[in-house]
């Protein structure tokens, strides 16, 4: 029998009184306060006061409830006599530190009204999201019932990690409960935290899946396969070989007596089970959705195995994580201004004043002033430069020629500016497509007068590194934008339009030297006044493009994920009168 590692079960409400539902917060801002000016600020611009966005998250829970919901779900998965019908863990291997892991957070989904509870594992992707597997996630509301605790490798500990609520969830759209195929989900939490992250296998890191290549998993789950077996008090790791895809296809086919495995979509490691705990390396019941790491890369999460974890010849299975970088991606970086997953618009009319117009999908919502004085901007753009999950703001003041970011500042909760003083402000068209490196960091790229184009590698704080010459004077005349994944292969791609109207597509390699592969021509015609790429505009998780055409029409180009004369669907009328913004980001 195919099991799940998530394991979900019922019990009697008396085991731990949960913290009052009361304290749970509203929607409202949480930055309140009139943010700061920062000393180094632009002198011709007013306060910082759009980072701090016109939505934020709130707290979903209090910390001392948070604690509480990781304890209850562990007691809860930790009791049950009989088997589930899902579950995961790690028999073998050993006990590890949290510093060998510190991406490494536990998942405690528990409902005290029902008393439903179960523990599962992720992995921090940035400092606001969690990979996990779907079937951690899939039917459950985790916003009102999840918690989720970094920084400790130590279980049922009320003092010990960082813990975080959720704030939003995403499954794979076409995640099977029955088979388990595309078992991949990402978790936005509702604060981001202080620990390291770690990067998805990309979808041509096909080296890190070499059959007999070493990886490692992760998890708190049962150490053994007998009925009535514990979670382990501490985060465990074992080392497991991959295994061929052929290999692990037989081995299940024979020990379930039928096809159960999905070549492209899952993976295999470790060694056969014994059948018993001994001379069996597995993960099991509340391992589920923890990672498997090779090359300080995520491959695989932990998914499925079968009855009790320990069935003679039986391989555990992983979802395959470079299959679903394309769809998880776009999720884990997905900031926007009202964090709804759906990219944003900023419009700054001639006399400075600045508004927001928030995507509703295929419609903009009606525009919210967000204050005036922002007359001396000569071109902005949006991007998480430091991964926080709270948008920036990168703009040129034309007052000093000067390139400034205004960004959260997390110890006095305010907004505010510093000056990106590793740039020059100087270049004719500049773009942060997001990472061109492949550090999961986003980067920079613009283009001299001459037509040469420098990336600025991100530094991750706002910051860039020593400018790299990419391209020499070839893209003399052309204007450059895009933001994130236009040709569904998970990595950031750039959009460039020469003097003609001629659209291409340069799709990103994620490596410094040599960012992109050839250009696709993907459009002419592209004879626009603005062009605005801030993501996923309708919130398929695919980047999108926003135009206007000389009569002030606004028009959103869908992308399709295709590297093609296709690259976006048909376009949509967002709105007439935008002539009376003199500025679109």
Known sequence: MIRALRGRWRRPVTALPAAALALALSCAGLLAAQPATAADGPAGLPDAGVAAQSQTPQPTASTEELHDRVIAAAKTQATVTTKPSQSPFIIGGGETTISSAPWM????????????????????????????AAHCVAGLNWAKNGAVLAGTATLNDPSAGDAAGVWRQWTHPHFNGDTLQNDIA????DRPL????????????????????????YGWGLTSGADGADLSAKLRT?????????????????????????????ICAGTPATGTDEGTTSPCNGDSGGPLVVGNKIVGIVSWGVSGCTAQGAYPVFTKVSSY?????????????????????????????LFEQDS????????????????????????????????????RDKTDGKLYRSYLDHASGEATWMQVSSVWGGYKSYAIPGDLTGDARPDLVAVDTDGSV???????????????????????????????????????DLLVRNGSGVLYLYRGTQQQNTPWSARVQARTGFTFTSYVANGDVTGDGIADLITRDASGNLWLYPGTNKASTSLFA????????????????
Not at 241 to 250: E, G, K
Not at 381 to 391: E, V
């Open 105 to 132: 957070v536990q998942l405690a989904y528990y409902d005290d009204t029902t008393g439903d509870g179960y523990f599962c594992g992720g992995t921090l992707v940035a400092p606001d999201k969690v990979l996990t």
């Open 186 to 189: 990402v978790l936005t939490l």
């Open 454 to 492: 420098y990336l600025y590698p991100g530094k991750g704080n706002g910051q860039f590194y020593a400018k790299v010459k990419v391209v020499d004077r070839a893209w003399k005349g052309v204007q450059i934008f895009g933001h994130g994944d236009l040709s569904g292969d998970g990595k950031a």
């Open 570 to 585: 048909s376009r949509i009328k967002l709105g007439t009168g935008f002539n009376q913004y003199n500025l679109l980001f």
């Open 194 to 217: 202080e620990e390291p992250w770690l990067r998805l296998a990309a979808s041509n890191d096909s080296a890190l899946y070499k059959a007999g290549t070493s990886a490692k998993v």
């Open 325 to 353: 970088t394309w769809a998880a991606q776009p999720r884990i970086d997905d900031a926007d201004l009202s964090y709804d997953g759906r990219a944003d618009l900023l419009a700054r009319t001639p006399s400075g004043g």
């Open 238 to 266: 074992a080392t497991l070989p991959l295994v061929a895809d052929s290999t692990c296809d037989s081995a299940m086919q024979s020990v379930l007596g039928k096809d159960a495995f999905i070549e492209g979509s899952m």
């Open 360 to 395: 509703k999908g295929t419609s903009l919502a009606q525009r919210a002033f967000q204050g005036s004085g922002y007359q001396t901007i000569s071109w902005g753009l949006q991007a998480d430069l430091d991964r926080d999950g709270f948008q920036d703001l990168i703009i």
